[in-house]
């Protein structure tokens, strides 16, 4: 669906469900992490953009105190009182929206007087698929009641009310790179993020200009990222610091991967070796394409994809698959993108070849008895916004 085919949809399905029609309708994009995987919490550098799907809130004022939400891939409407909001009063998908104006009275926002609010969302991107569908439902209701309610925030504290919604109300513990992403992502450009000091840079990609598209291909391989791998490989990081002495893995430099190896068991090696490399990495794109443009990103993708196959261990086959298949037909640079063990991969791929690149993949798959894939393009695109 289109932006605009989405807004309709929003409105007409407000109108079926709350009655009558919306204040306004806001949209945030879902995100696609270009590199810097699993660099987050050790913190590091990210590089994610927004992406041209996106989920769209429409909005309207209530003269009481309630807040209602429905949603277009939902039936019924969730609600709660402004002064009932609490963690432990959220659940299932609806968390992520009100979790939003909890959050929002935790970082500082007075909530005493506020409006209920009346609430609808549509949305085109997947969820579950790693494209963050969860941090575009947080950032279009973050935008919609900075706006609704005059808050006047900036974005980066809307990115830290989403990510304190998600981390509390909706229980999942991860770090502020899909937020930030989808609130401060420009028009083919990324969004560099120093893990560490939270300061982001806009970094022009010029794919758009150089006519290069970003391909995903979403193995529908279910990531179980909340149980096993990623806990596992979080200890495996806090036990390579605490090795070397450090309070994080940014504090370790390539130079010093020669007395880790002498330091560390060779598992916790590995583990420790992919995190340094692929922040080294993160900074080499960001050179790269100012100084190379885009073209020149190719073989830092794919070293970062076998850092992640080899020592971190986090890709499975079909996300191996998805990545030979596409560089083999002609893609200048794929990586599985995520948290690992299943979700998608990207490939950055001539305009022209996408459609041969695609067909390629799902030969591939057919031929392996994979599951076939969803295959998409998605382009580096402006952060949320009111429609
Ligand atoms: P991802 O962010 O990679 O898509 P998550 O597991 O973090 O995956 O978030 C997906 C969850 O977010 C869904 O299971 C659902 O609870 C919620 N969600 C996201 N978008 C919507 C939506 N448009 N309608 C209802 N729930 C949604
Ligand atoms: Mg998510």
Redesign the pocket.
């Known amino acids: 669906m289109t932006r605009p085919e989405l807004a309709t949809a929003a409105t007409d399905a407000f109108a079926r469900i709350h009655g009558g029609a919306p204040d306004g309708l806001w949209s945030s994009p879902?995100r696609v992490n270009l590199i810097g995987e699993h660099t987050d919490y050790n913190e590091g550098f990210v590089f994610p953009f927004a992406i041209n799907r996106h989920?769209v809130v429409a909005a309207r004022l209530r003269d009481d105190r309630m807040v209602r939400v429905s949603?277009?891939?939902?039936d019924g409407v969730e609600e709660v009182a402004i002064d009932d909001l609490a963690p432990d009063a959220l659940g299932?998908?609806s968390a992520?929206a009100l979790g939003v104006i909890w959050a929002a009275g935790q970082l500082g926002t007075d909530l005493s007087e506020a409006r209920g609010l009346d609430l609808h969302?549509?949305?085109d991107?997947?969820?579950?698929?790693?494209?963050?569908?969860?941090?575009?439902?947080e950032g279009a209701v973050a935008v919609a009641i900075d706006e609704l309610w005059g808050l006047g925030l900036d974005r980066r504290t809307l990115a830290r009310i989403g990510r304190l919604a998600?981390n509390e109300a909706v229980g999942?513990p991860?770090g502020i790179m899909?937020q930030s992403a989808v609130l401060l992502g420009q028009r083919d450009s990324g969004v560099l993020l120093d893990c560490r000091s939270l300061e982001s840079t806009i970094v022009p990609l010029a794919f758009e200009a150089q006519g290069l598209a970003v391909l995903v291909i979403d193995t529908r391989v279910e990531h179980a990222h909340a149980n096993g791998g990623y806990a596992e490989r979080r200890a495996s990081c806090e036990r390579g610091a605490a090795g070397l002495g450090v309070s994080s893995l940014r504090d370790v430099a390539v130079d010093d991967l020669e007395r880790a190896e002498q330091v560390l068991d060779e598992e916790t090696f590995r583990r420790v070796r992919h995190i340094v490399t692929e922040n080294a990495r993160v900074l080499a794109v960001v050179d790269a394409l100012r100084d190379s443009g885009p073209r020149s990103i190719g073989p830092l993708l794919a070293e970062s994809h076998a850092s992640m196959r080899d020592d971190f261990e986090i890709s499975v086959p079909e996300l191996d698959l998805a990545v030979s298949t596409a560089v083999a037909a002609g893609a200048i640079g794929s990586r599985m993108t995520?948290g690992g063990f299943g979700?998608a991969a990207i490939a950055l791929v001539e305009r022209d070849d996408l459609a041969s690149i695609s067909q390629r993949i799902h030969e591939a798959f057919a031929a392996a008895g994979f599951t076939e894939p969803a295959t998409f393009e998605v382009l580096p695109s402006q952060g949320a916004t009111r429609v």
Request: hydrophobic share 35%.
């Open positions: 879902g989920t949603s277009g891939l939902r299932g998908w992520y969302v549509e949305s991107v997947p969820l579950g698929a790693g494209l963050s569908s969860s941090a575009a439902l998600e999942a991860t899909d995520g979700g």
